[in-house]
């Protein structure tokens, strides 16, 4: 272990502080097009902050055009169309108003509404022909909202199609809001199953999209485009909420594939007038660390950066984040108020506790390289916080075992971090942490 703590010292490159310049990072970063940020958690200020920090470089330096993050489609398109200025909001802030569903502290904080503005701000000093960064959301969870933003726009183009795509969506009406009922009713046979009714919507739409999307030039071709996401969402979440009650390997890898997939249509997308999109992916460690590094993959898991190193090869850059302890924003469960939560250190044996003993506040680690890559490539125990963080369960909730130096090329270590500062939701106090050896008393 102090062997690899030398090797991991004399290798590493000092961060000065988050708004560092990165410039060692982008060297390594090179040509890459497809570049993935993760996050070890998603209540933590200091992975935001530098996520934004080097997403600003790689569109200013390097020509990217497009952050795809780990949100829902038609939420993060309001975004989009703000800064693109194409949308009535006047503020960044009003931009993220769709960010309702739970957890919204993940979008709605503080260091999005930064990025936000300045990618805003940005875009607006761009001439005439010169290409605006976009803003998309990668997820699948937003079914209502997706098939609704399917008939506005129908309504807008053909009304007849509208009508016929709202008897078809009509099939999930007597679930309301809440989409896992209808997977509980169609998975255990208690409702017919919506699946014929969604694809055939998706495929009308795409039969008339030679006509819908050349009405009225770049605009109707957007608008197209964003529909038939919305189209392709619905088909996708269908599906995903009936595999909820199967097997969790079946419903994680459709969710993921969803989000391969998006990601690619973007590139299609966005490169249609020629040139090679580049485009920054904003999501979970867990996401876009390569699976096949990890022991998801003796689970019959794979995830968004492995279909990605597989797609794009060596064109994708995958960058993961640690820290060994501070402050987190997240809850005990599902649906609760959000609070700021206090980390453990880094487990004895973890990847975070070899990093703390670096004695380093903050680094880059490169792990293409020899000796380092040999160093991390035996497995090691990682952690990982959501949405829920369980420190009375630790090692069970939240640490699993991974060859890190496979799974990203490089890694950024916080040694200490802190919580985001979510919009519009009051900071609860920091909740008194169980015994170290809870559940046991030992």
Known sequence: MDRLRDIIRSHAVTITSIEDDYADLLRQIGDARIVLLGEASHGTHEFYAARARITRRLITEKGFTAVAVEADWPDAYRVNR??????????????????????????????????????????????????????????????NRSREAVIRYLDKVDTEAARRARFRYGCFDHFGEDPQSYGYAASFGMNESCERQVIEQLLELRRQAAEYATRDGRVAEDEFFYAEQNARLVRNAEQYYRSMFGSRASSWNLRDRHMADTLDALV?????????????????????????????????????????????????????????????????????????????????????????????????????????????????LERAIGVIYRPESERVSHYFYARLSEQFDAVIHFDETSAVVPLGIAREPEPQEAPETFPSGL
């Open 82 to 143: 703000y800064v693109r200025g194409l949308s009535p909001d006047r503020s960044a802030d009003r931009a993220l108003g769709d960010f309702e569903r739970f957890p919204v502290w993940m979008w709605r904080n503080t260091d999005v509404l930064e990025f936000v503005s300045w990618l805003c701000e940005y875009n607006g000093t761009r001439r005439a022909g010169e290409p605006r960064a976009g803003f998309y959301g990668l997820d699948l969870y937003s079914l």
């Open 268 to 380: 299609q997308y966005l490169g249609r007038s020629g040139g090679t999109p580049k485009i920054a992916v904003w999501a979970h460690n867990s996401h876009l660390g390569d699976a096949r590094a990890t022991e998801m993959s003796e689970h019959g898991e794979l995830n968004l950066g492995q279909l990605v190193r597989e797609r794009h090869r060596t064109a994708a850059f995958l960058l993961g984040f640690t820290t060994h302890t501070g402050t987190v924003m997240a809850v005990s469960n599902w649906g609760e108020n959000p609070v700021v939560k206090r980390v453990r250190a880094g487990m004895r044996d973890s990847f975070e506790d070899l990093f703390h003993g670096a004695e380093l506040r903050r680094f880059l680690l490169p792990l293409r390289d020899e000796p380092v890559a040999d160093g991390l490539r035996e497995p090691g």
